[in-house]
């Protein structure tokens, strides 16, 4: 009912959500992510995506939607400070600190993986950034554009290749180890999500 309410735009569903499971949800991110400050930000992003793709859930109670929500945003922050690791330690570092010219190379990279992402077709994009970017599974995102799972996750392969393609030369280069099988996805993402 709570989950019916929220999706119709009931700021008080939300508060009441809000009130009821905060606590509960910081600890449960907490030992995921072993950083209070950390489970903060991932609760706090998880009623943001809650609130602001609520149309989208139609099934589960709103705090089962919730957590799952609230582990896909810890797993993916947990993923990306694990490819952040594993960038700067493959970068040689610098024996000074960085310098505006450093802070250019950076803005300029970022653009780069925003034209990267503007430059896939849309539904790929779509898919992707649902995936990646909203914490869906690939089932989940399947199930809100009445798509196959299996579709999701060719796209996704897809959205993978040709995002390596156009940023290949500011990508450290995969190693075959680091892929997992014919789907092209890293180790760990699997089309079941």
Do not use: C
């Not at 991932?42 to 939607?65: C, H, I, K, P």
């Not at 796209?155 to 450290?172: E, G, I, V, W």
């Not at 190693?175 to 997992?180: H, V």
């Amino acid at each position: 009912m709570e989950l019916e309410r929220i999706r119709k735009g009931d700021t008080e569903a939300l508060g009441a959500l809000l009130a009821d499971a905060w606590a509960p949800l910081v600890q449960f991110l907490a030992r995921m992510t072993e950083s209070d400050d950390a489970a903060e930000d991932a609760a706090q992003e998880a009623f943001v995506r809650l609130w602001e793709r609520r149309e989208r859930w139609t099934e589960g109670s709103a705090r089962a939607v919730l957590f799952r929500i609230a582990r896909n945003v810890a797993l993916d922050q947990t993923r990306r400070l694990d490819v952040r690791a594993r960038f700067a330690d493959s970068v040689p570092r610098p024996s000074r600190p960085s310098t505006p010219v450093d802070d250019l190379s950076l803005l300029e990279a970022r653009s780069r993986v925003d034209e990267a992402l503007a430059a896939l077709p849309a539904r790929r994009r779509q898919l992707f950034e649902l995936v990646r970017f909203d914490g869906m599974s690939y089932r989940e995102a399947a199930h809100v554009l009445d798509l196959s799972p299996q579709t999701v996750a060719n796209q996704m392969s897809l959205a993978l290749r040709d995002l390596r393609t156009l940023l290949s030369d500011f990508l450290p280069p995969v190693a075959p180890s680091d892929i997992d099988g014919a789907d092209g996805q890293p180790k760990g993402e699997h089309a079941d999500g």
